[in-house]
């Protein structure tokens, strides 16, 4: 049983962050249609991956030029190696990180952190500050091995936009990002302390019971001891009267040596014999009723050591009674506690 | 010479009566002494002692002692005294003792009067004294009578 509550105990400790996925914490669908909606709305791509930069999201409101240079081999791999490196930079600066990718184009990268731990980045922007210079777009499309035309071309779809107004809309989905998710992991260690409370309780509870029911076999066992004693003080009382017939049987013994010693003197030189035995018959009487004395001490003894017994035996019944009472009380609280903790779980599942 | 008593208790006291004047001892719980209206306040009553009267006299009373307290250990002395079947209720007795004439001190003269008679002498077994009874006189002629005429 101690056991079972030092357990519950480490469980307290709550959610291992360390095991947390994005998932967790954010409803990828809601993360989507957010992501979608804010991409159309500010007109910027983004999409969101986890700490191996693996998408979670399906990008939103792409350009054509980024879909051509992910066709490239090696226009995906420049690609990963710039969001990787973006990723990296907002994760150590901790906050947006707005930066050029290997194409030109103006992309940021927003952390999405728990207690300073990466689960997740929203990676955007495919925009330009300025119309990019002709020559160096040619440069890069050839680089990735890509139509130079055609790229040069859909680079005209990319919107211009303000660095603020980046850096701005990289904020928005930081902020939201991170506070949903937050909220989210905060949430869960709520559950957990919960859950935890809850076995608690329950532990508490069940600890109570056996208590309880040991009290209680505790009581009936003493209420067992308590008559057995009294048992014992029957029978002493019963070896009192055996021996209350041997002292009257050594009384009529003595008196019986008592008269013999009469006539034996009676007798004159004839009972001389006689009056000896008398005297034996006395002396035995006087032993036999020496020894009843004895015995009745002995008794009086046992009679007071179980006196002295059924009174304590009687004090522990009371501190039994006051211990279950403890307990009931106890109990009552521990099912407070348990009721609390319900209303808790209830929050907790709602928040 | 040499006497052989009956040694019994009357309070812190020990008296003491021939052997001889003894015919036997009872265990006074023994007994149901019924009370003999028109006797003399000595005569403690009568009990039947194997078909027999006897009557019981009460030394206390008799040597104008506070009585004691009736215990287990009370017996009754009967006495071969007379004619009728008299006996005495004391404490206890204790002892059949032997004691040579010369533990024998004879009554004091100074104890004249009509109580003297009572005593034979003073008997002394090492520290004990023991007051020797003269069992002819313990009955009195008016308590004799008053005793014979019932007996009839």
Same mark, same amino acid.
């Given at each position: 049983m101690a056991k079972d509550m030092q357990s519950a105990k480490s469980v307290?400790?709550?959610?291992?962050?360390?095991?947390?996925?994005l998932s967790d914490v954010i409803d990828i669908d809601f993360l989507q249609k957010f992501q979608d909606d804010f991409a159309t709305g500010v007109g910027l791509a983004s999409v969101t991956v986890d700490p191996e930069g693996t998408p979670v999201t399906k990008p939103s409101s792409y350009i054509r030029r980024c879909n051509i240079t992910h066709s490239s081999e090696s226009g995906d791999k420049r690609c990963a190696e710039s969001h990787r490196k973006g990723g990296e930079e907002a994760v150590r600066l901790g906050r947006p990180y707005v930066f050029e990718c290997h194409s030109g184009l103006t992309d940021f990268a927003a952390p999405i952190l728990l207690e300073g731990r990466l689960i997740g980045t929203i990676l955007g922007g495919q925009v330009l500050f300025t119309p990019m210079e002709e020559e160096k777009n040619r440069k890069i499309a050839r680089e990735i091995g890509v139509d130079e035309d055609e790229y040069v071309k859909v680079t005209q779809e990319a919107k211009i936009l303000t660095k603020e107004a980046v850096e701005a809309a990289a904020n928005v989905l930081f902020i939201v990002a991170n506070s949903m998710s937050n909220d989210a992991y905060q949430q869960l260690k709520l559950k957990s302390v919960v859950d935890t409370l809850s076995d608690g309780a329950h532990q508490i509870s069940a600890t109570m019971e056996e208590l309880a029911a040991s009290a209680s076999t505790v009581s009936a066992n003493q209420a067992n001891l308590n008559k057995e004693i009294k048992n014992v003080n029957t029978v002493t009382g019963k070896i009192d009267e055996v021996m209350d017939f041997i002292k009257d049987i050594a009384d009529e013994t003595r008196l019986l040596g008592l008269n013999a010693a009469i006539e034996a003197a009676r007798a004159g030189e004839a009972g001389l014999g006689f009056g000896v035995v008398a005297q034996e018959i006395r002396n035995l009487s006087a032993d036999s009723k020496q020894t009843v004395g004895k015995i009745k001490e002995l008794t009086t003894i046992i009679k007071e050591s179980v006196d002295n017994t059924v009174r304590m035996g009687a004090e522990t019944t009371s501190t039994i009674e006051q211990q279950a009472a403890a307990i009931e009380e106890v109990t009552a609280s521990v099912q407070e506690i348990s009721s609390l903790t319900e209303l808790l779980s209830e929050l907790a599942k709602k928040a | 010479m040499s006497t052989q008593l009956v040694v019994f208790a009357l309070g812190k006291e020990e008296y003491g009566i021939d052997v001889? %004047?003894? $015919?036997g001892i009872l265990r006074a719980k023994k007994f149901t002494i019924t009370n003999v209206p028109?006797?003399?306040?000595?005569?403690?009553g009568m009990i039947n002692v194997r078909g027999k009267v006897n009557y019981v006299l009460n030394l206390h009373s008799k040597f104008g002692r506070e009585p004691n307290e009736e215990t287990e250990e009370n017996k009754i002395i009967m006495l071969n005294v007379g004619d009728a079947n008299t006996c005495c209720i004391v404490d206890e007795v204790t002892d059949i003792v032997k004691l040579e004439d010369d533990n024998i001190e004879l %009554?004091?003269?100074?104890?004249?009067?009509? $109580?003297?008679?009572?005593?034979?002498g003073i008997g002394q077994i090492g520290e004990r004294m023991i007051i020797i009874l003269n069992p002819a006189e313990i009955l009195t002629f008016e308590e004799y009578s008053a005793i014979d005429s019932k007996a009839g």
């Open positions: 307290g400790s709550g959610v291992d962050i360390s095991k947390i996925k | 001889s %004047a003894v $015919n028109g006797t003399p306040k000595v005569i403690e %009554a004091p003269l100074f104890l004249s009067g009509i $109580n003297s008679k009572y005593i034979q």
